[in-house]
């Protein structure tokens, strides 16, 4: 049987949580992957899993010339080329990405996240959807609370239960952060925001894709009911999830949507930007719709979740019950059949 492989340091250069959650949902499902740092020293014949190939990062042509090597490449999504004029690449990004898409097309699989993003790599880069396989990822075990510890997470935050709001993620352009503020600065409503980003220093002239950070960090500077918490174990994000009024991912794009399952997990329901990967992924369970681009439409929905007790409870079970069908044996499931080895 031939040696199947994870090539660890392939991803290590991105910021972005999905993609480390997903290395951990692969290393979780799939015990018998062997990690790889060094692509040379791969034993021939043999399948090379590449976590995260970055059609805008540095060309993969090491990768794409390993010989005598099946090659199953993730591409999450391509929101950087869909979205050009929110993530201007300059230059040499656009270099790479022409250089990066034609090697891409070489590729023997392509698994991606969703539907959504599968029909982006047809229309925008141009490959062949027989070679692209959509496998959904689940919310990991290891987000689960321990029961015990509930009040603790709560202390250490000043929250109170169903006190908040939560916001979990990066805070790239597509994430829509700066109109989450804004709506939230016309509310009454507390705000906690989760991730590494949140807590970085911004440089004094920040990068075109940091402008959006830095609008919000100046709007909402000094307002105690904006906590960003930076990044923080499993078991409080599970805690800060299930005590949350609702989850706030309101994305102009996405290539999937941890937070959605993530927070189902814990019973507890989303506000979804009203985009088709959304609905794809939700299956309009668990969730209510607002245009993303509205801060007024969103404060009204925040007023609506706020107040709606009963819903928070109806739409939570749903949820939860919905995020099931997203499971490890699943996903493990599809990974095998792909593999055929295993």
Same mark, same amino acid.
């Given at each position: 049987?031939?040696?199947?492989?994870?090539?660890?340091?392939?991803g290590k250069s991105s910021t972005f949580r999905g993609v480390g959650r997903y290395?951990?949902?692969?290393?979780?499902?799939?015990?018998?992957? !062997?990690?790889?740092?060094?692509?040379?020293?791969?034993?021939?014949?043999?399948?090379?899993?590449?976590?995260?190939?970055?059609?805008?990062?540095? !060309?993969?042509?090491?990768?794409?010339?390993?010989?005598?090597?099946?090659?199953?490449?993730?591409?999450?999504?391509?929101?950087?080329?869909?979205?050009?004029?929110?993530?201007?690449?300059?230059?040499?990004?656009?270099?790479?990405?022409?250089?990066?898409?034609?090697?891409?097309?070489?590729?023997d699989t392509i698994v991606t996240d969703s539907q959504s993003s599968k029909q982006?790599? !047809?229309?925008?880069?141009?490959?062949?959807?027989?070679?692209?396989?959509?496998?959904?990822?689940?919310?990991?075990?290891?987000?689960?609370?321990?029961?015990?510890?509930?009040?603790?997470?709560?202390?250490?935050?000043?929250?109170?239960?169903?006190?908040?709001?939560?916001?979990?993620?990066?805070?790239?352009?597509?994430?829509?952060?700066?109109?989450?503020?804004?709506? &939230?600065?016309?509310?009454?409503?507390?705000? !906690?925001?989760?991730?590494?980003?949140?807590?970085?220093? &911004?440089?004094?002239?920040?990068?075109?894709?940091?402008?959006?950070?830095?609008?919000?960090?100046?709007?909402?500077?000094?307002?105690?009911?904006?906590?960003?918490?930076?990044?923080?174990?499993?078991?409080?994000?599970?805690?800060?999830?299930?005590? =949350?009024?609702?989850?706030?991912?309101?994305?102009?794009?996405?290539?999937?949507?941890?937070?959605?399952?993530?927070?189902?997990?814990?019973?507890?329901?989303?506000?979804?930007?009203?985009?088709?990967?959304?609905?794809?992924?939700s299956q309009d369970k668990g969730a209510i719709f607002v245009d993303p681009e509205?801060?007024? =439409?969103?404060?009204?929905?925040?007023?609506?979740? =706020?107040?709606?007790?009963?819903?928070?409870?109806?739409?939570?079970?749903?949820?939860?019950?919905?995020?099931?069908?997203?499971?490890?044996?699943?996903?493990?499931?599809?990974?095998?059949?792909?593999?055929?080895?295993?």
């Amino acid at each position: 049987m031939q040696q199947i492989y994870i090539w660890e340091t392939a991803g290590k250069s991105s910021t972005f949580r999905g993609v480390g959650r997903y290395v951990s949902l692969l290393k979780e499902s799939i015990p018998s992957l !062997v990690p790889l740092s060094n692509l040379a020293s791969a034993i021939s014949p043999s399948t090379i899993i590449h976590p995260f190939f970055n059609l805008i990062g540095d !060309v993969a042509k090491s990768y794409i010339d390993k010989i005598n090597t099946r090659k199953i490449t993730i591409i999450h999504d391509i929101i950087p080329l869909k979205y050009p004029k929110g993530f201007p690449l300059g230059f040499r990004g656009r270099l790479r990405s022409r250089v990066n898409i034609r090697l891409a097309r070489k590729l023997d699989t392509i698994v991606t996240d969703s539907q959504s993003s599968k029909q982006d790599l !047809v229309t925008i880069c141009g490959i062949q959807p027989e070679k692209i396989q959509v496998i959904y990822p689940y919310a990991s075990a290891q987000i689960q609370p321990e029961q015990e510890r509930t009040n603790d997470t709560l202390v250490k935050y000043n929250l109170k239960k169903q006190g908040y709001f939560i916001y979990v993620g990066d805070v790239n352009w597509n994430k829509n952060i700066l109109n989450i503020a804004k709506a &939230i600065k016309d509310t009454p409503f507390t705000l !906690v925001c989760v991730g590494k980003a949140f807590t970085e220093e &911004i440089p004094k002239h920040p990068h075109p894709w940091q402008k959006e950070l830095a609008s919000f960090h100046k709007l909402v500077a000094d307002d105690p009911r904006v906590i960003c918490t930076g990044l923080i174990n499993d078991q409080e994000l599970a805690h800060l999830y299930k005590n =949350a009024i609702y989850n706030i991912l309101i994305s102009r794009d996405e290539g999937f949507g941890f937070s959605y399952l993530e927070a189902a997990k814990q019973s507890t329901p989303s506000i979804l930007a009203d985009r088709p990967i959304f609905h794809e992924v939700s299956q309009d369970k668990g969730a209510i719709f607002v245009d993303p681009e509205k801060p007024d =439409a969103i404060v009204q929905t925040l007023h609506i979740c =706020a107040d709606d007790h009963v819903q928070r409870e109806q739409k939570g079970a749903e949820a939860y019950q919905h995020q099931t069908t997203y499971n490890k044996e699943r996903f493990a499931e599809d990974w095998r059949v792909l593999l055929g080895d295993l």
